[in-house]
T-cell receptor
Framework: GENVEQHPSTLSVQEGDSAVIKCTYS??????FPWYKQELGKRPQLIID?????GEKKDQRIAVTLNKTAKHFSLHITETQPEDSAVYFC???????????FGTGTRLTIIP | EAQVTQNPRYLITVTGKKLTVTCSQN?????MSWYRQDPGLGLRQIYY???????DKGDVPEGYKVSRKEKRNFPLILESPSPNQTSLYFC???????????FGPGTRLTVT
């Protein structure tokens, strides 16, 4: 069945250091991989996404890498800042039933 | 302003009392979903709709119903709520399952 595994579940990083969150997916046909950020008490919002025709995408301090062979993708945040503290969710699409399945989330805490 | 709205935002009810959570979007999106968010379990899809009059089960559909009579509205119905449906619920809309999901503000439901 469709499955997205996300690790770690919690991550603490010193301000200014980098953070990496990893996800694996089960269906080799998946071709859309978004990342959402959810601040405390707020709704999830898209921060970056990647499609399978590229291996890496960057947007300022945020980047996502995709390894289709291994069926995993990662979120990289560089030069972390206190406002990066949030829960991050990865997701992957599954064509069999037109679904977007989310990982279980990573609570990222930036230590000042 | 492009947005997804949900009502009510907070609801406390008793076991067995039917309730409806409304969801509306003004972006002319075809795809709409309901998710529930529980600690440690991430965002799990309850139901989704590809278009008007087209709905399908997500990962956790038991105890829920939906309808899609108009493109902009996608209400979630709990005909006989139980305590295990206590959760934070999000409605989302998008162009499709492989595009950015726009989430509503969330509905926190408590069933006693």
């Amino acid at each position: 069945g469709e499955n997205v595994e996300q690790h770690p579940s919690t991550l603490s990083v010193q301000e200014g250091d980098s953070a990496v969150i990893k996800c694996t997916y089960s269906d080799s046909a998946s071709n859309y991989f978004p990342w959402y950020k959810q601040e405390l008490g707020k709704r999830p919002q898209l921060i970056i996404d990647i499609r399978s025709n590229v291996g890496e995408k960057k947007d300022q301090r945020i980047a996502v890498t995709l390894n289709k062979t291994a069926k995993h993708f990662s979120l990289h945040i560089t030069e972390t800042q206190p406002e990066d503290s949030a829960v991050y969710f990865c997701a992957a699409n599954f064509f069999g039933n037109e679904k977007l399945t989310f990982g279980t989330g990573t609570r990222l805490t930036i230590i000042p | 302003e492009a947005q997804v709205t949900q009502n009510p935002r907070y609801l406390i009810t008793v076991t067995g009392k039917k309730l409806t959570v409304t969801c509306s979007q003004n972006m002319n999106h075809e795809y709409m979903s309901w998710y529930r968010q529980d600690p440690g379990l991430g965002l799990r899809q309850i139901y989704y709709s590809m278009n008007v009059e087209v709905t399908d089960k997500g990962d956790v559909p038991e105890g829920y119903k939906v309808s899609r009579k108009e493109k902009r509205n996608f209400p979630l119905i709990l005909e006989s709520p139980s305590p295990n449906q206590t959760s934070l619920y999000f409605c989302a809309s998008s162009r499709g399952f492989s595009y950015e999901q726009y989430f509503g503000p969330g509905t926190r439901l408590t069933v006693t």
